[in-house]
């Protein structure tokens, strides 16, 4: 089965903490994202990577980085933890030598930054 | 740059009705299209995708949608809903060209509420 695994189900952290959201994928996709959830808005595109080492800017960048040393792992970055990124935090991975597939995703991250 | 639209935020139905939930989309070519559903604390499970061929097209736990080119839509359909899909469905595009690692883009949401 296919299984994309995010570390934590709940984080609570304190304004100006340097914050790690892991993700890992058993699927050996190349292609990993991460997204963020919030009401109203859907889902936005933070970042996302199409092979180790690689990572592209998606639509809202400012304020994360991340991180992608092997191909089945992909680290969400909060360099100084604000409150406005208080969300939930979505990880996915999708195949790209096929065209038509969806994206897989792992159970969420709730964050909050206190 | 696609887009997707998901005009209705909430939508109440009574359980065992008939539901629709509607999805227009943006894009220079065929896309393509999936449905996706979100229960309270959960990740996102797909329902049902497109890409081609016929445009009716079966997913899990009962639910169709159907691609019309025309009205660039791609509706979600359930004949008799229960109280289990009570959640949060996001239709989503993705392109069609490139290396698929620009990801898929979603609509904002829709909150089905199921009335006993």
């Known amino acids: 089965d296919v299984k994309v695994t995010q570390s934590s189900r709940y984080l609570v952290k304190r304004t100006g903490e340097k914050v790690f959201l892991e993700c890992v994928q058993d699927?050996?996709?190349?292609?990993m994202f991460w997204y963020r959830q919030d009401p109203g808005l859907g889902l936005r595109l933070i970042y996302f990577?199409?092979?180790?080492?690689?990572?592209e800017k998606g639509d809202i960048p400012e304020g994360y980085s991340v991180s992608r040393e092997k191909k089945e792992r992909f680290s969400l970055i909060l360099e100084s933890a604000s409150t406005n990124q208080t969300s939930m935090y979505l990880c996915?991975?999708?195949?790209?030598?096929?065209?038509?597939?969806?994206?897989?995703f792992g159970q969420g991250t709730r964050l909050t930054v206190v | 740059a696609q887009s997707v639209t998901q005009p209705d935020i909430h939508i109440t139905v009574s359980e065992g009705a008939s539901l629709e939930l509607r999805c227009n989309y943006s894009y220079g070519a065929t896309p393509y299209l999936f449905w996706y559903v979100q229960s309270p604390g959960q990740g996102l499970q797909l329902l049902l995708k497109y890409f081609s061929g016929d445009t009716l097209v079966q997913g899990i736990k009962g639910f169709e949608a159907e691609f019309k080119r025309s009205q660039s839509s791609f509706n979600l359909r359930k004949p008799s809903v229960h109280w289990s899909d009570a959640a949060e469905y996001f239709c989503a595009v993705g392109a069609r060209s490139g290396g698929g690692a620009d990801g898929l883009t979603f609509g904002k949401g829709t909150h089905l509420i199921i009335q006993p």
């Open positions: 990577s199409y092979d180790v080492k690689m990572k």
């Open positions: 996915a991975s999708r195949i790209t030598t096929v065209m038509n597939t969806e994206a897989f």
């Open positions: 699927m050996d996709h190349e292609n």
